[in-house]
């Protein structure tokens, strides 16, 4: 087998020395001449090759400890390498922060789409304030837009944070149609640029994904930390999400803030991958409308999503490409989690699917089922879960509006739904909206 390179130049450095070393005894063990002209041109010679020994020991000696220090350094890179947890070495001579030794738990770079919103403040301040380590979720902001007062803004944050920009600023080609949705084909465009730049460039082996315009709740990085080897562990998940898309104040239980639910449906508004998803999904990225695309079911693949009960992120981006849809109907009612869940010290193994289903599915249809009205009328009301079952599209749009629930529904999944049921709270009692027992599946037509 081929000798490592630290083990040749160790061995050619020690014949070197050796080398000089007999060539002095040599020299010191001949018989003095004699003629006394030649000894002093033996003396000069000898005392110039002294001098050369000694100057070749001390270079000697110091790349003896150059080659200790690599050889120590070799041993922790590989140690580092067999770290499931740790982003391997990065070939950009960008520096985003020490690694970290695999005891010290996963590295999650989060990861900041950015355009022209100056406004990114706010989320800059919100990630940092609630950050607890630098070194374990580096902060990666991704620019796109060119937009110079919101690249003032980044770059105040120094070393704070790393700054990347989207090197293609020109307009995308879109059809006829799509003109007015020329916004959205940017941000696909962005997405694709920079998660590349993550696991690509970076080879991180996940990311939690925000957009400039999310502020996020005191347990933010708490929650990913816990949830990220559930992702690892069960490939029935894809991602998990800060965001309950029915997380109004009043739909919502914050006394139980800890608990965490799977979902069919994408979230998004802070989300973590693993770079094996971005392995499968980069070939085949979309130019446009890259969340919907995401809904639909040759993408999900029958995977689901990690939710909260209550929000660990909330939008203040009211001003945006999709001029604000459902932003004062929904998005700013949206309660931001306020109390420190401790979710790494929390047993999460009820979300594993073969624990989940089951446990799931006998709560929601052991919940009497009952109707709206009889939801809204406090007389008629009952302590405990209860069901309220549609059939059809229509009947679930029509109860989702009547209770303030967001009613659109994606290649047919709802929002914040699992196997069809959305759980929210209403008046203070836990609400499933389910189908029958016997539902065999989400209907892509119900869009």
Known sequence: PTMPKTSSWALGGAALFLAWNLLLLFLWSRPTP?????SSSSSQLTAEVIRLAQAAETELRRQGELLRQIQRRRSLWGRRRLSPFTPTPKPSPMVLGPVLDPDLGPVLPVLVLACDRSTVRRCLDSLLRHRPSARRFPLIVSQDCGHAETARAIASYGDAVARIAQPELSHPAVPPEHRKFQGYYKISRHYRWALGQVFRTFRYRAAIVVEDDLEVAPDFFEYFQAVFPLLVADRSLWCASAWNDNGKGHLVDPAR???????????GLGW???????DELEPKWPPAFWDDWMRRPEQRRGRHCVRPEVSRAIT????GVSHGQFFDQYLKHIKLNDRFVPFTKLDLSYLKKDL???????????APEVKVDDLRDDRRSQPGPVRLQY???DAFKAMAKA???MDDLKSGVPRAGYRGVVSFVYRGRRVFLAPPADWEG???TWS
């Open 442 to 444: 989400y209907d892509p």
């Open 272 to 278: 973590l991958l693993l770079a094996e998803l971005w």
């Open 316 to 319: 203040f981006g009211r001003k």
């Open 403 to 405: 209770l303030g629930l």
């Open 34 to 38: 004699p003629s006394s002209s030649s």
């Open 391 to 393: 059939r059809g599209r």
């Open 257 to 267: 803030s800890e608990l965490l639910y799977r979902t069919d449906f994408f979230p």
């Open 356 to 366: 989940y289903d089951p446990r799931f599915l006998a709560e929601v249809y052991a």
